[in-house]
């Protein structure tokens, strides 16, 4: 997706070869616009699903997802990292591990809002070691819920978490996928769009 | 707001005479059609105030803003509970209890985002006691920023929050305001609109 290449390379932060920091649109301030249009780009790529449903985490999976749902006039069901008193049973569950954060979270949707019925989409704003995605895989399934597939903005090309997933023969569709943070540079997996 | 009091009615959950569960729609499962509508009152509401910028706080606030923020076309800054490893320094941080969850956090906005040029739209899913939007106010303070006012989806006019924020002189816009939650019903302050 080009406009998102582009916010890539003019806002991204390189931080070492590994990390990529993308506050200035993604994962601190927001960029409505982009979201919009990362939304339509997700809905056209999974058109011919039927989703019922998007499947996502809080916080940053949360803005590209309602942009997606508006489009595909479907509802989004987050993931939450920690259960609230107002929410503390009925419960699907799974243990998510950040290696970034160097700490494991316990994920959790309410038994309410996913059943056997729905067909998913999975968004989320990062794909690295895929452990994220794989919990809300692990969700979809304690559910009894299709997957249509995984709908990531930006993949780390050179982590193994689309290994992963395709492992468990979910579809993957990423919007912007990183090769290489070499040399402070960005490059990309798909090459640089016209 | 009709749409909204509808949904209230319909689908919120009244646990006692001072919890009301929105999770359908608003903190758990979301409602992108009833965010968009919502960003667009709230934009109504503000439009006169040549707002830079809103701040909102993860989660539940990240939606409506989104949504607002396109409407108004600025970018949305949600503040962080817990820093991150790549959110480390320069930052304007306040301390915000939660009466509900019986915990105080640090809510964190990097300094790179909002400064003594910006006029803010402050969002916030629910105003109860007022402890979130006061703390949005304090950063919104440091950075020299001015503020438009606060807007919140829902009110439980019950609670002292509205009082705080008048005492700072800071105009509140609720788009729905919760009278009284006792018999389990839902009773609104500004009547039920046609």
Redesign the interface.
């Known amino acids: 997706m080009k406009s998102l290449q582009d916010k890539i390379v003019k806002e991204g932060n390189v931080?070492s070869d590994q990390?990529l920091?993308v506050?200035?649109?993604l994962n601190?301030?927001?960029?409505?616009?982009l979201?919009?249009a990362i939304g339509q780009e997700f809905a056209r790529r999974f058109a011919d699903e039927k989703i019922t449903k998007i499947l996502t985490i809080?916080?940053s999976g949360?803005?590209p997802?309602?942009?997606a749902?508006?489009e595909l006039?479907?509802?989004?069901?987050?993931a939450?990292k920690r259960q609230?008193?107002?929410?503390i049973e009925n419960l699907y569950t799974a243990d998510v591990h950040s290696f970034?954060?160097?700490e494991t979270n316990r994920i959790a949707?309410?038994k309410?809002?996913i059943t056997e019925e729905d067909h998913l989409l999975i968004i989320d704003d990062f794909l690295a070691n895929g452990q994220a995605a794989l919990g809300l895989l692990e969700i979809a399934e304690q559910a009894g819920a299709s997957v249509a597939g995984i709908g990531i903005v930006i993949e780390k090309a050179f982590q193994n978490g689309r290994h992963l997933l395709l492992e468990k023969n979910v579809r993957v569709e990423s919007l912007a996928r990183v090769q290489s943070l070499a040399d402070g540079k960005v490059t990309f997996a798909e090459g640089v769009l016209a």
């Open positions: 931080l990390v920091k506050d200035s649109f601190h301030q927001v960029d409505p616009k979201m919009k809080e916080s949360i803005a997802s309602v942009m749902g508006l006039d479907v509802p989004v069901v987050f939450r609230s008193l107002t929410l970034t954060k160097q949707v309410s309410s809002f």
